[in-house]
């Protein structure tokens, strides 16, 4: 380990993930590599894949715990940063900071593993939804949390939202939604936008708007994200 530690400094490597095959069975060896790394290299951004999940799938493993690395550094930061400041302001105690399943943790646990607040914003919203129900006698509901790039539904049953493990590639534990802007861009061309028609499923919907360059816009201008899809300007979805 002494020499890959080398290797990554001669890099400029500014953190390190572990993933060991069997770690989800067993974490003692990643807790002894995870040690040994802090040993040698006190200043690197070290995770490892069993701070995150005990998930049996590696590959899945390893995405989550090198992309919750690739952000460390910058994410430890810019708490360390926020908590400095809110102090200056007169706040007494850290902020807690919204995780990814509907839960908080604290700015320290968090800036050790940030990828668990890659979709604290949805959560917070799918979290406050199941609340306002439970005040209003309404406990399944079905919540849209609506930001600037993305809409996200999730099925609120019993006052609580559902937990699963993360989508795609990533397994960090988060609350159960469904993306509907962009996978229904990609199907159906049913996007947020400025005109309303009727596509082939017989539902109103909102038409897409291409840009100067052709591409075909998936969100409200002030945001950036332009999906992949390609349309003329003038020319009318497709179905």
Not at 26 to 45: F, K
Request: glycine content about 10%; overall charge neutral; aromatic content about 6%.
């Amino acid at each position: 380990m002494p020499a890959t530690l080398d290797a990554f400094r001669a890099e400029g490597v500014e953190a390190v993930a572990v993933c060991l095959l069997h770690a989800y069975a067993n974490t003692a060896h990643e807790v002894a590599a995870l040690e040994e790394i802090r040993r040698l290299w006190p200043e690197v951004s070290v995770v490892a894949s069993h701070q995150i999940t005990r998930e049996w799938r590696e590959y899945e493993r390893t995405n989550t715990a090198v992309l919750s690395a690739y952000v460390q550094p910058v994410a430890a930061r810019y708490l360390g940063k926020l908590d400095a400041g809110l102090k200056s302001q007169g706040l007494k105690k850290s902020p807690y900071i919204m995780q990814s399943n509907c839960g908080v943790d604290s700015l320290e646990a968090t800036s050790a593993v940030p990828i668990n607040m890659v979709e604290g914003g949805p959560a917070s919203g799918f979290w406050g939804a199941a609340e306002l129900g439970k005040l209003i006698g309404e406990e399944n509901i079905l919540a849209l949390d609506i930001g600037g790039t993305t809409a996200k539904c999730s099925l609120i049953e019993g006052g609580e939202a559902r937990e699963i493990s993360g989508e795609m590639i990533v397994t960090a534990p988060c609350a159960a939604s469904c993306e509907i802007a962009a996978s229904l861009a990609n199907r159906f061309g049913v996007i947020v936008g400025r005109r309303k028609w009727v596509d082939q499923m017989k539902a109103t919907a909102t038409k897409p708007w291409p840009t100067s360059s052709g591409q075909t816009r998936a969100c409200p201008i002030s945001s950036p994200a332009i999906s992949g899809r390609r349309s003329r300007p003038g020319a009318a979805p497709r179905g």
